[in-house]
């Protein structure tokens, strides 16, 4: 997207900075502060790095615990999967108005709110009723999805030259978050004395979270889209990124890959004991799957922006899902342990992949932001359906396989969409 320059002589001053949401420029003391704060980024990094381990963990709490919130209720294998169908939906959803929030009220102001929204939704989820429980899943999605959304445009704004380093680090620690979460699930639950302690703990990591982004809400004053705007009156407007067919491959793989992850999330402790793993066991794999994500969601995003064309990391990631799926399906518990690790650096590869691609395949932060709202309302609305359409064929067919076959034909059209969307072209 081009921009006319101010016809002010040149200097060797940096270049005006541009909120990603907003297409605006701030305002001489806001972005006096924020190159301030880039001179010394430990701040914004911890900011990232703890608003990034929140964007899975309130996700990944629930899917060892899913038996005992089944009991409690009396939920059916088809209204269990809708504990973690409905906050992937909202992530879709709350993509919907992310962009707009971040144009009003500023990225930073969004992101300290979505962290408070979320501990206000972990905590209603723990209420004594089935319909706080699902009222919760709505709060989760909603504020993971403001969070999902804003982050890439503003990694693109902030660190233009090292976005896609700066994508593996948040995407290692939103994994890392989900690990740990996964892990500790039960001991908590063990410990707390109920599922539901263990649930609401987590709303004190978001807490911290939302603390580390108050100094940004401040210097983020004044920034917002009353300032001036990017664009002068009469430039030619931006092509909508939904007109493009290379932002379509781009959201087709975001959303095919979240699909299958989220079936994960749902069902893989689940798959494990209804093939007599013992729950504890079964929570173990499924940490150790989120822990190697992490390897994954590190290396591929770093990969990726060293090529011109990412296809050999489709072809990568997507086999080895499909791998790691077909195993879980022929030899469930025997395996468990190497199918919980391919299935790892598959899914954590893909994840990173899938928002490397948002920021590589945009020319500029605006188009970044555009790009990410636009893949992750359509992504996820298309995610949410997975979970609950393989727990649905579980109970219609009372096995695994079917649901497994139907995730298989997943994987083969990521890897077509996936192809697309990798060549060396912008939006």
Not at 55 to 80: K, Q, W
Not at 81 to 97: C, D, E, I, K, R
Not at 271 to 294: C, E, K, P, Y
Not at 398 to 410: D, E, Y
Request: proline share 6%; charged share 10%.
């Amino acid at each position: 997207m081009s921009r006319e320059t101010s016809e002010a002589p040149v200097t060797h001053a940096p270049p005006p900075l541009v909120d990603a949401e907003a297409d605006v420029r701030p305002s001489a003391a806001g972005a006096a502060a924020r190159r301030a704060l880039l001179r010394h980024p430990a701040l914004l990094l911890v900011g990232i790095v703890l608003a990034s381990v929140n964007m899975r963990a309130a996700l990944a709490s629930v899917s060892p615990l899913v038996g005992e919130i089944s009991e409690t209720y009396g939920l059916s294998s088809t209204a269990s999967s809708l504990v973690t169908s409905v906050p992937v939906l909202f992530l879709g959803v709350g993509a919907l108005v992310a962009p707009w929030l971040g144009r009003r009220f500023g990225t930073e102001r969004v992101l300290c709110a979505a962290l408070l929204l979320l501990a206000a939704g972990i905590l209603a989820r723990v209420l004594p009723s089935a319909g706080a429980l699902y009222a919760g899943g709505v709060l989760v999605g909603t504020a993971i999805s403001f969070l999902n959304v804003l982050m890439p445009g503003l990694i693109k704004r902030d660190f233009p030259d090292r976005a896609a380093s700066m994508t593996s680090v948040y995407t290692g620690s939103m994994i890392a978050g989900a690990t740990v979460v996964a892990a500790c699930s039960v001991p908590l639950e063990r410990a707390l004395g109920g599922w539901q302690a263990s649930l609401g703990f987590w709303s004190l990591l978001a807490a911290v979270a939302a603390l580390a982004w108050l100094p940004q809400v401040l210097i983020a004053r004044g920034r917002t889209g009353h300032e001036v705007r990017a664009a002068r009156p009469g430039t030619a407007p931006a092509r909508s990124v939904w007109r493009s067919p290379l932002a379509w491959q781009v959201t087709l793989f975001m959303g095919l890959q979240s699909l299958w992850s989220y079936v994960l999330i749902a069902w893989m402790p689940t798959i494990f004991t209804d093939h007599g793993m013992s729950r504890s066991t079964a929570g173990v794999v499924f940490a150790f799957n989120n822990l190697i994500q992490v390897a994954g969601a590190f290396a591929v995003p770093l990969l990726a922006g060293r090529m011109r064309s990412q296809r050999p990391l489709v072809v990568l990631v997507t086999t080895m899902v499909a791998a790691g799926y077909t195993g879980l399906m022929l030899a469930p518990v025997q395996g468990a342990w190497l199918w919980s690790g391919v299935l790892g650096v598959g899914q954590g590869g893909a994840v990173g992949l899938a928002l490397t691609l948002i920021v590589l395949r945009s020319g500029d932060a605006v188009t970044a932001a555009r790009l990410s709202g636009m893949a992750q309302t359509v992504g996820y609305l298309l995610a949410a359906a997975g979970p609950l359409a393989a727990g649905a064929l579980h109970q219609a067919t009372g096995s695994w396989t079917p649901p497994i076959l139907a995730v298989l034909g997943v994987c083969a059209a990521a890897l077509t969409t996936g192809l697309l969307a990798a060549r060396d072209r912008t939006v």
